[in-house]
């Protein structure tokens, strides 16, 4: 089994920065994706980014490109989102999500096996 857990929501004022981490536990050697979403109020759970761990590759949404960098700490078993020049519209809860393979399909929620409990970004104009 693989846990994850998500850390460094909060409150921040537009343009300003945040990093979440997403540290991983158990038998998180097996993990082959993490990604980040995220869930605004009655919306639907939307992809942000994804990071392969076995040559770190990395994926964004068109939505978030340019502004936020998915990074890794191999060490540490952890993925961070460094989100700069956020916007208003940013403000979501954010989940931390992890598959053990790749089958052609990383954007889509329903893929992913583990998740955390989410944290939240606001984003004030």
């Known amino acids: 089994q693989v846990q994850v857990v998500e850390s460094g929501g909060g409150l921040v004022q537009a343009g300003g920065s945040l990093r979440l981490s997403c540290a991983a536990s158990?038998?998180?050697?097996?993990?082959?994706?993490t990604s980040w979403f995220r869930q605004a109020p009655g919306k639907e759970r939307e992809f942000v980014a994804a990071?392969?761990?076995?040559?770190?590759?990395?994926y964004y949404s068109d939505s978030v490109k340019g502004r936020f960098t998915i990074s890794r700490d191999n060490a540490k078993n952890t993925v961070y989102l460094q989100m700069n020049s956020l916007k208003p519209e940013d403000t979501a809860v954010y989940y931390c999500?992890?598959?053990?393979?790749?089958?052609?399909?990383?954007?889509?929620?329903?893929?992913?096996?583990?998740w955390g409990q989410g944290t939240q970004v606001t984003v004030s104009s």
């Open positions: 990071m392969w761990w076995a040559d770190g590759s990395t």
């Open positions: 999500a992890a598959r053990r393979f790749y089958d052609g399909s990383y954007m889509l929620p329903q893929v992913y096996t583990y």
């Open positions: 158990g038998s998180s050697f097996s993990i082959y994706i």
